[in-house]
């Protein structure tokens, strides 16, 4: 998640009423649109009774920390208390991988915080030096800070502080900070991406692990882990391979079904060199399980480069009809699928269309084909 950039509100530029160093770091475009949102946010507060009238507090989603789940996975911390925004810092990057939500559902959440107050007190963990650490709540302190910052002069004291439930510094470790990030994350976003998805649970198996190293107690987190989220101990274990092994890059070409299971195992058989190798070189792109299967452990930038420039993989070529003259600048794909799973296939694909960000011209394809 991209850093908060709590500021002290004397810091501000005289034109917009945004604090100086809150702009220093972004493009053009991004003061633009920061501006944009502040101007928003202004009138909002301004209007707050009308808008309190069309807006309900579900924005605002559960109290994570509240549910059964949360409590039994985790100790109730310790206080809670109004903290000054001035103390709050973001979690490490490599630690809260989530970022804010898409613009819609921030606005709305913008809407809830201003029309109904914070429902849910944000989670901290108090460090050494007197700080907060944010474990749960980035976006809704970001929403604290972007009010207090539009707010009029009289007003902005209503926003310098914030509800929260801290944890003092040898309450947790490192590691249950990690977890509690993660699972309060995945409880209300992650399940809607698979990216997502995949990068919290491998996440959450290699603390199990470095928590647990052997025996019972290693193979019961991995068995909770499977439980809570719905999938095979199997895929935790891959999951957790894909964490530690797969460029992000590469993850996400596994989370977007852009790769094979099989492929993204093979790869983690690969140092990260080598695979940034692969990507650097353009052999990502011809990858195929046939190339895959020839990885081994141990294997350099010219071991891959051998491979792809000596290997011929087997194919097979067969003839495909369409029920449409092929456009320009497009390429056809041959797509294999078993028989029996022909119609959930066409119905993933069908509904995957709908958010799809591509042309108009390409849906209208993959529907045509698809539906036949």
Known sequence: MSKLNLVSPNTRD???????????????????????????IQSKLQHKDE????????????????????????????????????LLDPAPNDWNFFGRPDKEQYELLIDSIICHGLLNPVTLWKRPNGRYMILS????????????????????KDWEEIPAKIYEEDEIKEDTAQQIII?????????????????CIGRLAEIGRRQHRYGDANDKVTQRIAERWGIKRSSVFFYQRVAKFLLPVLADRFSDHLMSRTVADYLCRLSTEVQQHMIDSGYIAR????????????????????????????????????????PKDSEILGICVSKKDLAKCREIVLKALSNADISEETKQMLKTQFSN
């Open 51 to 86: 808008l309190s009238k069309k807006t309900p507090t579900q924005y605002q989603g559960e109290d994570v920390g509240a549910t059964e789940a949360f409590k039994y996975l985790f100790p109730e911390p310790s206080i809670e208390k109004k903290v000054p925004l001035s």
């Open 14 to 40: 005289t034109n917009t009423g945004i604090a100086r160093s809150f702009l220093s770091g972004m493009t053009e475009e991004e003061k633009k649109e920061t501006i944009k949102m502040s101007k928003t």
């Open 183 to 199: 699972e309060a994350n995945m409880c209300q976003r992650a399940k809607e991406s698979v990216r997502l998805r995949v990068r």
């Open 287 to 326: 990858l195929t399980i046939a190339y895959a299967r020839q990885f081994k452990e141990g294997m350099t930038k010219a071991d891959i480069d051998r491979i792809f420039s000596e290997s011929s993989p087997e194919r097979h070529t067969y003839n495909m009809q369409l029920s449409f003259a092929k």
């Open 137 to 156: 709540g980035h976006t809704r302190a970001s929403v604290f800070q972007a009010c207090r910052d539009a707010s009029d002069e009289d007003k902005k």
